[in-house]
């Protein structure tokens, strides 16, 4: 078993001590099954919230009223969360009422693939009543029961259903496709926040071209924000290799290749943090700048390491060249500049004022960023003395 397993095992024989079932579920058993690397053990009981806390001294309701509980110990922290089946999804996306109950195959019943609906006890043998390992060795993903069904119950899993394609290089089921074509609007009920989820885990999946494809033939592409009536612009996304790159550079190659105008109204639309958007944007102005920013090392300062080595990898992407030969080289570039910050400069405004009768303005950030610029491609020297010589030479004091 992997480490996080066996770490977890106590906790599993703690529950079962007081007399209930408890058991390792979903992503952490299909990758441990599949050899992937796994990164956090979800746990599944028969026991209700209200049992787990009291089996536990330390607990936090992180989520209790869909029955799962957050058990902190000192070896890390556990969500454990109570069998329960959902009913009456009147809105596509939130279950009407959740229901405990005691038995481990009816939670499975709940989960959205075969492949995510396995359970695993403390001792390793595995419980797989919906044929999980077979879609595992197949390499598929199918529904739990009616894919119809489960679509209208919760119309994410449709994304979630392409995002596995991407992340695992599987296939979809025939019968699973079919459905994804016809269901397409419930997307529409479905929290963008939610979405964008998925479609970022399915952009950084080794097998994105796959997922994207199936993206556009299925028509779902139509009801995510700003993809309507794109299919064209987005089939050039599929030419590119997008290996080695990270979500926002994959971000900006996307609206880059799809010729997006507006990035930021698509981003907004996406509900992506600020802070994302800026970042995107940033890393498409450098990309876009003409001539390139990679060979003026002023534009190269004022990025800053990090836009400037994602700026980097996403016009190699884009130009058919090698991502890590690019990403090194800018580093490298990045390590050689002379200056960092604004404060490596051996003067300060200060210095300026004293120097020039001209009152504080604007000016004086001008004549610092043109003494940056001298000093970073080598034209003078950082050092006050040569950097007044040369002002006065330039008559600029
Ligand atoms: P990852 O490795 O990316 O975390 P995961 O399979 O663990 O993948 P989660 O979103 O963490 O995905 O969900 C944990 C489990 O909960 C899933 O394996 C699945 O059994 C169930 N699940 C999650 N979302 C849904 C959903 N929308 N509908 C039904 N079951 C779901
Ligand atoms: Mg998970």
Redesign the pocket.
């Known amino acids: 078993m992997d480490r996080l397993f066996i770490e977890a095992v106590p906790i599993l024989e703690r529950i079962e001590e007081a007399g209930f079932e408890a058991y390792f579920?979903?992503?952490?058993v299909?990758?441990y099954i599949l050899g992937r690397p796994i990164?956090d053990v979800?746990i599944a009981t028969s026991a209700t919230p209200l049992e787990v806390k009291g089996i536990f001294p330390k607990t936090a309701d992180v989520g209790i009223e869909h029955g799962t509980v957050l058990v902190i110990l000192e070896s890390g922290t556990y969500e454990i969360t109570t069998f329960r089946t959902e009913s009456g999804y009147t809105d596509y996306r939130r279950p009407d009422s959740v229901k405990f109950v005691r038995s481990l195959t009816e939670d499975l019943q709940?989960?959205?693939f075969t492949i995510?609906?396995i359970a695993m006890d403390k001792s390793g043998v595995i419980f797989d009543p919906y044929k999980g390992q077979l879609d595992l060795f197949q390499k598929k993903i199918t529904t739990v029961g009616n894919p119809h069904d489960r679509f209208a119950e919760?119309g994410?899993?449709m994304m979630?259903a392409l995002r596995f394609v991407s992340?695992l290089n599987f296939q979809l089921d025939e019968e699973t496709f079919q459905s994804l074509k016809e269901n397409g609007p419930i997307l529409r009920e479905i929290a963008v926040e939610r979405i964008l989820v998925e479609f970022e885990?399915l952009l950084a999946g080794d097998n994105r071209i796959k997922a994207l494809s199936l993206l556009l033939d299925s028509g779902l592409y139509q009801f995510l924000p700003q993809f309507a009536g794109q299919k064209e612009k987005l089939e050039k996304v599929l030419l590119l290799p997008l290996h080695q790159l990270t979500v926002p550079e994959l971000w900006a190659v996307v609206l880059i290749q799809a010729d997006m105008e507006d990035i930021e109204e698509v981003l907004r639309a996406w509900k992506l943090p600020l802070k994302s958007i800026r970042n995107v944007q940033r890393i498409i102005q450098l990309v876009e700048k003409e001539p390139g920013f990679e060979d003026s090392t002023f534009d190269v300062f004022q990025a800053g390491h990090i836009e400037a080595v994602q700026a980097a990898k996403v016009k190699a992407i884009l130009e058919g060249r090698n991502v890590l030969e690019a990403e090194k080289s800018m580093s490298i570039k990045y390590e050689n500049l002379l200056l960092k910050s604004m404060s490596d400069l051996d003067v300060t405004g200060e210095d300026l004022l004293s120097w020039h009768i001209k009152k504080p303005g604007p000016w004086v950030r001008k004549y610092l960023e043109l003494i940056l610029a001298a000093v970073l491609n080598s034209e003078i020297t950082n050092e006050k003395a040569e950097i007044k010589e040369w002002l006065i030479t330039c008559n600029l004091i």
């Open positions: 579920v979903g992503g952490s299909r990758d990164n979800d709940r989960r959205d995510n609906a919760d994410l899993r979630r992340q885990k």
